[in-house]
Nanobody
Framework: VQLQASGGGLVQAGGSLRLSCAASGGTFSNYCMGWFRQAPGKEREFVAAISWSGVMTYYADSVKGRFAISRDNARNTVDLQMNSLKPEDTAVYYC???????????????WGRGTQVTVSS
């Protein structure tokens, strides 16, 4: 499956952004989908994940209550709504797909190109 993320940009602290990831070339509804991010000089880290059915969602503690992940299996998309953004949310954000319901980076086999999110103070 091929993944393409979009929606990044520059926003002031406290603002909102919505990232979207479009999938093609596979059976999207088979996959657990996740969002990850990587800041300069840091390792890629888990942000949020959603089960194939959309029933189960998972969040990193750092974004819980501020970010919301959702998916539309009819449109083959997964979104990440990001509210109350902080400068420490600045990173390249990646969407990814896994055959497992997991938050572990290493268990995700399908990755899209990232989209830059910059939060100014």
């Amino acid at each position: 499956v091929q993944l393409q993320a979009s929606g990044g940009g520059l926003v002031q602290a406290g603002g909102s952004l919505r990232l979207s990831c479009a999938a093609s070339g596979g059976t999207f509804s088979n996959y657990c989908m996740g969002w990850f991010r990587q800041a300069p000089g840091k390792e890629r880290e888990f942000v949020a994940a959603i089960s194939w059915s959309g029933v189960m969602t998972y969040y990193a503690d750092s974004v819980k209550g501020r970010f919301a992940i959702s998916r539309d299996n009819a449109r083959n998309t997964v979104d990440l709504q990001m509210n109350s953004l902080k400068p420490e949310d600045t990173a390249v954000y990646y969407c990814a797909g896994s055959n497992f319901e997991t938050t572990k980076v290493a268990r995700y086999d399908y990755w899209g190109r990232g989209t830059q999110v910059t939060v100014s103070s």
